[in-house]
């Protein structure tokens, strides 16, 4: 077999990994609470392994990327967590269809994953470690979120843990629940027949949710083409009732802001959110937009940008009405997203103000 890859491009993979919040030596080494460490506390290796090997390809110069020993973990307090090996299974995976050589869940392997240029001495790979079976990190994140947004009969939410992408306990027990819901041969695993059927659950959702919204539109409206005319108040801008200033007062508690831009970073970093699905909103290139994607992260919620007028853009509009979060929050103040602008979202979510 001819390789594919060379020290150079192990170096830059390197570099990608970094980003991406790996934790990488480019030497032999081992993990201990969470972290890659090299030696002393490194396992041996002999000195021909390809951790040594120089940009050419060669063991006499200083090493340039022939090898690396990658790890994914929190600081838990462990060797290895069921978080860790999701990540590695799933970078085994796509380093492997890259055309570099893998090792990972085998003896000296199993707290972190090493990968290098020489395809020749062959992909050392054990079964997969993590929790998930097979699907990626990203496949479950989606199915945590959808089983989250989905409202079974008595009203209760599928799953309502954290969207970490691991396929354990209360996971498992969501994707058995809902396939035992709809007809479907009961397992934990979320097959493509599944997220195929829940789909279509959540679009059924949606629809019913906007027939009862327009039912509920008609009937209000009846009832007051029935009623006497009386006097009321005028209407603002933004199509409330009353001043622009009542509204202002009435949406202020549906923003993460404060007087500065440094005062609405640590709202945003001290933001506890309600219970059930939420959605943080942002203008787009604005410090709003960092600091809402920090707090979304922090919390688990969508985060959706607005544009750089802080105007409303329909696709965000019709993902509110399609997916009824449970709570919305605009990141900013009223400069930086108008008070109409709130009030639309709020009425494409559902949400009363």
Known sequence: MVNLRTPADVADREVMLRRLGYDVYDGPSTVRAGLCHPPPNGHAHRSDSTHYVDAGGGFGTPRAGGAVDVGKDPAVGVAVSEFEKAHL????????KAGFRVIWGVENHFDHLHFDYNVDGGHMLGPLQGPNGGFTVAQITDVQKRLRQLRRKNGRRYY??????????????????????HGLPVDDAPDRVMRQTLAAALRRQAAAKDTAAKNKASKDKGAKDKAPSVDTAPKDKEGGEGTAADLRARLARFRIAGPTSFSTSVAAASFVPPQGSGVLLAARGTSDETVGSLAAMRTGATFLLLRDDGGLPAPVRRHLASTG????????GFLAVPDATVALALRAAGIRF
């Open 89 to 96: 299974d799933d970078l085994a995976v796509v380093l492997k």
């Open 160 to 181: 309502s843990g954290t969207l970490d992408g691991l396929r354990q306990t209360h996971t498992r027990k969501a994707i058995r629940d809902f396939k035992r819901d």
């Open 325 to 332: 979060p449970d709570w919305v929050r605009v990141v900013g």
